[in-house]
């Protein structure tokens, strides 16, 4: 059967699922592990769940954080946590540490920092350049790039761009959660919505841009990173309707601007930064290291 996606004229195919009428799998319910902890060796993916709640205080031995209403309605009403659980804790510059609730009340709550679980390591020079989306596709990509290790998110405004109001707050709360839950040491930055015109004539030269462009005879995304280098790289996806041809023609004249293409589907704007981040992390990016490294 196929259903006709309004917006676009396409058709997808739907099918049966072979798995609908098997039990539901049941994977493992905490974060994959990433890294060593202090003087421990690698731990498996399965290892068992460590709650892990940023926190934009001083990190160190015996230091007692107050949590806000948020943190402490998470802590004990979602997770249903109380005094006594060890929690980890990271602030993005001193590595990771252990905790121990001391107090969840209504709105309020404490923990008491005890000792380092992890040191810091660095984290990939990425950034994501990318036209805003209607908002559940919006939150989706927020927390997907800040998964596969984006450090900084650029709403940009394009000539074809719909959407120009932006919640930061929602979104820099999805990009919160999603490097709890991953075991990152940071947290994403996510910037102000600036014109692609502005953005361009202000770019930093050392960085590259990959645009991911859906016309043309631009390379395949896999063979022209191939030959390129690892260093401080973004991304930039276009809006829904794709970027404007004036837009194209100055993309691609630009030094720092590394063309390609995406293969011979059409793909949503999210699913293409995805699709992108992902390739890139693996030819140039932390993808190339072992989890332990």
Known sequence: MLARDESGGHCTALLPSPEEDQPAKKWPAGPLAIGDEVGESPRPMASTSVTRLYSDRVLSAGALLELDAAQTHHLRNVLRLGAG??????????????????????????????????????????????????????????????????????????ERTVVERLNLDRLRAHARAAAEQTERFTVPEIREPALLSGLLAHWPAERRLLACVETGAAPAIADRLAAERPGSWAVLVGPEGGFSDKELDGLVKLPFVCAVSLGPRVLRADTAAIAALSVLQACLGDWRASRGA
Do not use: M
Request: glycine letters at 10%; zero cysteines.
């Open 85 to 158: 659980t060890r929690i980890a804790l990271f602030n993005g510059g001193d590595g990771e540490w252990w905790g121990e609730i001391q107090h969840l009340g209504k709105d309020d709550g404490r923990v008491q920092v005890t000792e380092q679980r992890r040191r810091s390591r660095l984290e990939p020079d990425l950034w994501l350049v990318f036209a805003p989306l209607k908002r559940a596709r919006i939150d989706y990509l927020v927390e997907k790039a800040s998964e596969l290790g984006v450090s900084v998110l650029v709403p940009t405004l394009t």
